[in-house]
């Protein structure tokens, strides 16, 4: 009891303080819940969700991933394993590709390490599986046919094997400098 | 000797019906507790099995004895199979003095609508009520884990608090009604329910009983958030379902008695007794389930306090009142 309050305010406010929730939740009966219910109703989630991750193709149709393992390597919970393999051509690409989902925490480290911008993550999570060897993914359901966020992005115009031409002629390149126009 | 299985037919009858409406009643407040208190939360509750959730109960069952049945390492393994059994037993027994109708005449032949109507109706209730701790004791103690031991010694030290101010609440009403037996006290409320005598003893009452249940707010031996669950934490499936099912059987069953102590039993105006019982138990859960939703819990030298400083002392006075009322009366 608080001494300078005096034995009847005190009585008065602790009554009050018992009484008063019973009206709080009387009332918060007969309002409509707030709650979500989520298979009926989906919110829309924001544009950069993280949520599960796929293989992107480049514009003309060709896989991205060059089998680099930066994604495997910086993956915190070391969930993706891959073997890289070389085409006839020299191009690279991902032999074997496993993404296992059941470890997945979905940070987006590979996303952001990924060189060719093949490995992306979408704003689909729903993936739960009554087994969890069905949360182990393979190249063949990791892999969708278009370019994800960045569709017209194309990995070997700028670098790779397919980029052997003459200095300057590269795109997103100047001319190459002659040296000697540079003396004084 | 035809008499004899005739009665005995009569009685199993009896018992089925009481032993049905009890459990599936107990099954079913589990599912209105979890309804009531999302809505008072804003929430929708359980809404998925069935149409409005209401096969709820039967899925819980389900996966109740679908879980493993976990011993923890140096239980006291006898008792701690045995003892989850103490509070629905206990409470089912109870059941059998609740008076839940008049006399029916079948065939010439006078039946009771009561189990067994004991002179002891009362004191067999409230010793009942003191076995029935046993199990929260003893659970606690033969689970071998702090947090459960903690609880079953909070559980003790609550039961001792509650039980003298529940058991002194009563005996106004035993001395209006004149008798133990809990057909009779119904029987005494015919023209007007004791609430409208006794209301004082009637509070006294439900405060004990709500420490007597052992739920928010004098859910000390429970206590989610500092003894994870208390007595019952080291317990899964089904017989952690039975602790649940003795709860709230005993939420039942103090409403049942509730009704016919104080809310005049089965009288009521139009509808069948049964119907009038039925809604009078009602009573006690829903307002026990409105208490959960709103206040916090006690501290445990807060209850003690409340159960020995001011119930027990006002129960004595209540008494005293009402014994010197009756005296004067003549």
Redesign the interface.
Known sequence: MDERKGIITSAAEGTRGILEPFWVTLRQLFHKPITEEYPEFKRALPERARGRIVLTRSPDGEERCVACQLCSAVCPVSCISMQSAVREDGRRYAGWFRINFGRCIFCGLCEEACPTLAIQLTNDFEMSADDPMQLVHEKDTLTVDHGGRHPDYDFYRHAGVAVRREPGSHEDEDAPVNPKSNFP | MTMWFAGFAVLLVKMALVLGVALTGAAYLVLVERK?L???????GPNRVGPFGLLQPLADGVKMILKEDLVPQGADRFLFMMVPAVLPLTTLLAFAVVPFGTELTIMGQQVPMVITDLDVGVLFVLSLSSVGVYSLALGGWASNSKYSLLGAVRGVGQMISYELPLGLSLVPVIMLAGSMSLVDIVNAQADMPFIVYQPVAYVLFVLSALVEVKRTPFDLAEAENELQAGFHMEYSGMRFALFFLGEYLNMIFLGAFAALLFLGGWHGPVLPPFAWLLIKTAIMPILLI??R???PRLRPDQMMRLCWVWLAPLALLNILATGAVMLLKG
Request: hydrophobic share 55%; glycine share 8%.
């Open positions: 009531l999302g809505r008072m939360q804003l929430r929708y409105w208490i939703a709103s206040l």
